[in-house]
């Protein structure tokens, strides 16, 4: 189970539209909707307060949204909006969970330990880097996993190599691979320019030959 993240907001009950939304973010704030109940929550967090955890809020980070003289919702960051240009988030969207209720969504797949074959002149490829799985919120991993430390050259670490927790639910096939080792094939040298200067000079002398 990740470790429990929480995020303060404050209920938006008036100034809404695109006029209201640009307010907001010159006063420093972002507004925000939470989806996943009967009707949606429109919110609004604090921009600074975002920007310093957001590298922390993955797809599968359970976090606590603690609104302003409003319960506690349990709710996932499933999307926001990013002024890249001017280095700000315009809107997010946040998704609720319901505790005993399983939820589904991708978990990052995060291989440790230094490979055998690496060190014996391989190269580590990986060819998935998450996977789709359903559990209870309370069961919800931050990431799923794999020890490759005695990973060789040619070989393969797959789905049913990882340390996929108790009581979760994976949708990819066991057997797909996940990381693979291979030495990097070396490509055959280019002709040097007097390889080709001979090569040159002497077809002529084969064309004459012939004749």
Request: proline share 4%; with cysteine.
């Amino acid at each position: 189970m990740s470790e429990k993240k929480f995020l303060n907001a404050k209920l938006r009950t008036q100034d809404f539209g695109s006029a209201g939304s640009r307010r907001l973010l010159r006063n420093g704030e972002i507004p925000g909707v939470v989806y996943g109940k009967e009707d949606p929550i429109h919110v609004v967090v604090n921009a600074r307060e975002f920007a310093a955890k957001r590298a922390g809020f993955g797809e599968s980070t359970l976090i606590t949204l603690k609104v302003s003289d409003e319960k506690d919702h349990d709710v996932f960051v499933k999307s926001f909006q990013e002024d890249l240009l001017k280095g700000i988030v315009r809107h997010i969207d946040f998704f609720e969970v319901t505790a005993g209720q399983a939820v589904r969504t991708n978990v990052r797949i995060d291989l440790t330990g230094n490979p055998v074959g690496t060190r014996n002149g391989g190269v580590l490829e990986q060819l998935i880097h998450e996977i789709e799985i359903e559990c209870l919120p309370s069961q919800l991993p931050e990431v799923i996993t794999g020890d490759i430390s005695a990973l060789d050259v040619n070989e393969s670490f797959r789905v049913n190599q990882l340390a996929i927790p108790a009581g979760i639910r994976i949708f990819i096939d066991p057997e797909e691979t996940v990381a693979s080792i291979k030495y990097v094939k070396e490509e055959a040298p280019a002709a040097s320019d007097e390889t080709a200067d001979a090569a040159a000079d002497a077809a002529p002398a084969s064309d004459a030959a012939a004749k």
